[in-house]
């Protein structure tokens, strides 16, 4: 019998997802202080192309070069790279699969060694470890020419040769912010009622379809909570992804939390964590965003993606089959087993790699009853620091440093950003454009 993981899956804009498996976006830092894509990209997706995954999704491509969510992002914004980008959308649709273009802008989520002065929709510091300067609220009349960016660079990965985009609207980013009460105080028209907060998202959404035409696949990453008192809720969400749906949109895409939040960063893919609530089925206890997919799923037709801990074939394969969802979104495990989409599909695994449980830089939980929150946070990070080292290897086709410490990859992973941050620095202030 089939996997439901192998069943093709037609979009509402005509498009078709060979199979069931996403690999959700990851943000790749390899990017020089230009912020161009290179041959280290081209080497990554083709060979996430070639794991076999239906549908790859960029991590975070930035559209403004003054605002980056870390330096080695790749940015869209009148700095060349056109060649670039289209070796990478050859290199990652070469197994037939689509490769979509995240689109997104960090906002108050933006580090010092980016900029010491980020931007968002109200002055709501990001208080984490130190790494984040206060930002300045937008003024009204800036907030047009950031949507219509959107749009532009949407424009430009059709042109180059990626098969859809991704609007990032989750994870405490610009439109997340524009979404959340926490972090959007203003009093008008882009803050207050829902209606108003969520303006800028669908403004964005209908920017970027008119741009790229009503054949090509737009999706939007979106918070199903923000786990926050006060913060975005999942009554919101449902709400939101109604009038994404009226806005023509192709996927959703479902996930939570955000920096200040680590529920996204250090608990992702713990199908045994003790704090884990203990539901009626096996995949509702392994995919933490799955009961917030349904009731999203009450409120709309439109695909449906979760990501976030799904580990087990069963899981992904129940999920699909019920219709919960439509696609099993997946992201740490292409980090160390590249081809597991394919062992998926085909049935070869029952599992993804879970090393997100082995992987401490001391003994005790990561939930939220943990003593020490700044050990909490600097645990979490130590983790995403160990997934980039695997990514870095795999962009160089050299073999996995799976032995690596925590410790050692947080050190290696800090020295690079910092190195590359003030090279960054001084090439853009060297041409005017520096900020802050």
Known sequence: MT????????????????????????????????????QRHCRLYRTWSEGGAGLLITGNLMIDRRYLERPGNVVIDHNGGERELRQWAEAGTANGNHLWMQISHPGRQCARIVSGQPVAPSPVQLKLLGNFARPRALDAAEIPAIIHRYAEVAKIAREQGFTGVQVHGAHGYLV???????TNRRDDEWGGSLENRARFLLETVHAVRSAVGADFPVAVKLNSADFQKGGFSL???ARVAGWLEAEGIDLLEISGGTYEHLKLFDREGRADDAEAPKRESTRRREAYFLDYAQEIRKAVRIPLAVTGGFRSREAMEESVAAGEIDLVGL????????????????????????????????????GPDSRIATFQAINAQ??????????????RNEPLHTDLGLAGALVRHLFDEYRLGFARRRLLGESGTASG
Do not use: H
Request: net charge neutral.
């Open 3 to 38: 996997s439901p993981l192998a069943q093709p899956l037609r979009l509402p804009c005509g498009a078709t997802l060979p199979n069931r498996i996403l690999k959700s976006a990851m943000t790749e830092g390899l990017a020089g202080p230009d912020g161009t894509a290179n």
């Open 176 to 182: 997340n912010q524009f979404l959340s009460p926490v």
């Open 235 to 237: 009554e919101e969400s």
């Open 382 to 395: 130590g983790m995403v620091a160990w997934f980039y080292r695997q990514i870095i290897q795999l962009s």
């Open 331 to 366: 992201a740490r495990p292409f980090c160390v087993e590249p081809a597991i989409a394919r062992d998926l599909v085909e049935g070869r695994c029952e599992r993804a790699p879970e090393w997100e449980n082995r992987l401490r830089l001391g003994p005790g939980p990561l």
